[in-house]
């Protein structure tokens, strides 16, 4: 039955009384998009009006729409960096928010190629909650029966580090796992996991990805959906299942665990959970020693109803991926989220991944929104552009998203564009179209045109030597392995042939690259193995002015013409693949250390 029919009556019979009070929040909250924002932002401006930021630009107490909108800024995290760093460094004083920072959440967006820090407040823990919580009941009006199984959730938990001041910094979703909200919440027939949270909150990946994957095979007959956070998440666990399925068989089949796993707490919940099952043992060695992966999440847990990946975005690049493991299983993305905010969720979650639009909640944050006309010619700074409300943007136009929290961010741009696609009652309905400025990601690295170009510049210094310079370059990012890679096509303009740079010195290239490149792609290498060693695919001379023609034949204006410096188009890849001299991968992991932060 569909969303909008059960939800304007949400007391209907398939919903029990938990999920209606949720379908009923939702309904009122969309009915009043306006009022619920104004009332937030009202909040937000009372609680906060003593906090040094809010005095800085004399609201006097204010707390209408207009005054807020005509004396705070719109900024960027570069513009808060300096108070961030106060905050890092100890102070304490209230600077964003009346209520105390109980710790930093470290985003994937990076600036000057360190995690960018989000300060936070325990309350927003609440809010997160809130969020999932209402999840399950949209998906029940789907799919019927998530009660009578688990979900095989790969989850994890990544490093923390301290602040000089001694506050936390880590990830919004290790901070959520770590929390007593996640930790020590009730049970719910409708959130079983197969994941018990001693596999989830182990911070060695490979002990927590190896439990995780054991339970669910130990209790395959059982899950009736799959899923990670991200897409890139969900096919490193398949990944791994192809890497560890002997030893996983040895361990179901004699009932003893890998004694790689070594964690105390772990080896005691896992001692209750597996027993010998030489059955299921030659199952798995069955379908996991062939050559054919086709369909594997559909044969080894057969009851699986859908995969809960997002997977719009960079994930997008995942799908075929995924529809190949997951045999044609509908892919589900539920929610759209960041370390500042949560942010809303999708009403339709078994909409396909391009029909699918989230529902930004307005009671989460207060949200406006810049006009994003990537044709308009630039604004000038006599007229500042007009940001929309939420409950005033257009269908069919897309905007930047700007943010106003109650953890103390003020008209805060995120980095993302969104187009709306629809309304649910008064609240719109937004397509991701992608993040600004990101040129190429594999997992949750972001890594922009300029990070890019500083990378080059610092890695082609070694051919200098061999009088030879990068003359252009493309980049890729290649997922048709798992965990993915950089691509740098290369074409170079070697002056002395008789001298021309080494096998080795091109290696070094990708390795000099990789150290140039923020820390959170470097953790990603190092750490957490979700991207491969980076690649530098040298081209023969000429292929680039290859590319102009063919981009000319195709319409492309001869004066215009600029080499596009990230390339997702098959064709394209083909002409590059087709004209490839050598190729070289980084022979390391870059430097990568979790205290590495400058702060
Ligand atoms: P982080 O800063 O690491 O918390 O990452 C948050 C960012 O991830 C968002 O600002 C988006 O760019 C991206 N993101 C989060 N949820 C989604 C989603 N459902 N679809 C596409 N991108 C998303």
Redesign the pocket.
């Known amino acids: 039955m569909a969303v909008d029919s059960q939800l304007s009556s949400p007391l209907g019979p398939t919903a029990c009384d938990k999920d209606s009070k949720a379908l009923q929040f939702i309904e009122v909250m969309t009915r009043e998009t306006g009022a619920v924002q104004e009332r937030v932002l009202g909040e937000i401006l009372i609680r906060n009006a003593e906090t040094e930021y809010l005095r800085r630009f004399q609201l006097n107490g204010a707390t209408d729409r207009d005054t807020f909108k005509s004396k705070v800024p719109v900024v960027t995290y570069e513009d808060l960096q300096p108070d961030i760093q106060r905050i890092a460094n100890g102070d304490r004083s209230p600077i964003f928010s009346a209520h105390p920072i109980s710790e930093f959440l470290t985003?994937?967006?990076t600036s000057a190629g360190e995690r960018k820090l989000m300060p936070t407040i325990h309350e927003e823990l609440d809010r997160r909650q809130l969020l999932y919580s209402l999840l399950m009941p949209v998906m029940n009006q789907y799919v019927s029966g998530l009660d009578k199984g688990k979900g095989l959730y790969f989850l994890f938990v990544k490093a923390e580090t301290k602040t000089p001041g001694g506050l936390l910094a880590r990830p919004?979703l290790t901070s959520y796992y770590r929390s007593e909200h996640f930790k020590t919440r009730p049970y719910d027939p409708y959130n079983v996991y197969t994941s018990p949270n001693e596999a989830i909150l182990c911070a060695d990946s490979f002990q927590s990805m190896y439990t995780q994957m054991l339970c669910g095979l130990l209790m395959r007959e059982e899950v009736l959906r799959v899923g990670a956070v991200f897409a890139s998440g969900l096919l490193r666990a398949i990944r791994f299942l192809q890497l560890h399925w002997q030893q996983l068989a040895h361990d179901i089949s004699t009932g003893a665990l890998n004694p790689k796993i070594t964690d105390p707490s772990l080896r005691d919940c896992m001692s209750k959970i597996i027993k010998p099952n030489p059955e299921l043992s030659k199952f798995i060695t069955q379908e996991c020693s062939g050559e054919n992966w086709e369909g594997i999440i559909t044969r080894v847990w057969p009851n699986t109803k859908y995969l809960d990946v997002?997977v719009?975005?960079?994930?997008a690049q995942y799908i075929p991926i995924l529809e190949y493991y997951g045999g044609g299983l509908p892919l589900s993305?539920t929610?759209?989220?960041?370390?500042e905010c949560y942010f809303g969720l999708n009403l339709k979650p078994m909409s396909s991944p391009s029909e699918v639009s989230?529902t930004i909640m307005p009671n989460m944050c207060y949200c406006e929104f810049l006009p994003h006309e990537p044709d308009a010619p630039a604004v000038s700074r006599d007229s500042p552009p007009q940001l929309v409300d939420l409950a005033d943007v257009e269908v069919g136009k897309q905007y930047e998203l700007i943010i106003t929290t109650y953890a103390g961010l003020c008209r805060y741009r995120?980095?993302?564009i969104l187009q709306v696609t629809d309304f649910y009652n008064s609240a719109p309905q937004f397509r991701?179209i992608r993040?600004k400025n990101v040129l190429l990601s594999i997992d949750?690295d972001k890594t922009d045109e300029a990070e890019l170009q500083k990378a080059i510049d610092n890695a082609s210094a070694l051919l200098k030597e061999f009088n030879t310079s990068v003359v252009e370059y493309m980049s890729y990012a290649d997922t048709k392995s798992i965990p993915g890679h950089y691509v740098l096509y290369w074409e170079l303009l070697v002056k002395d042939p008789a001298n021309s740079p080494t096998h080795e010195v091109l290696n070094r290239c990708c390795l000099d690259m990789e150290e140039s490149l923020n820390s959170v792609y470097r953790q990603s290498r190092v750490a957490d193995n979700s991207i491969g060693p980076l690649e530098i695919r040298v081209l023969d001379n000429g292929t680039f002015e290859e590319l102009m023609d063919y981009a000319i034949s195709r319409g492309a204006s001869i004066n215009q013409y600029k080499v596009p410096r990230c390339v997702n188009s098959s064709p394209i890849v083909e002409l590059l693949d087709s004209r490839v001299a050598s190729v070289h991968f980084s022979p390391e992991p870059p430097q990568w250390n979790p205290e590495g932060r400058r702060c």
């Open positions: 985003s994937s967006g919004v997002i719009t975005g960079a994930m993305c929610m759209y989220a960041s370390s989230y995120v980095g993302d991701f993040r949750s």
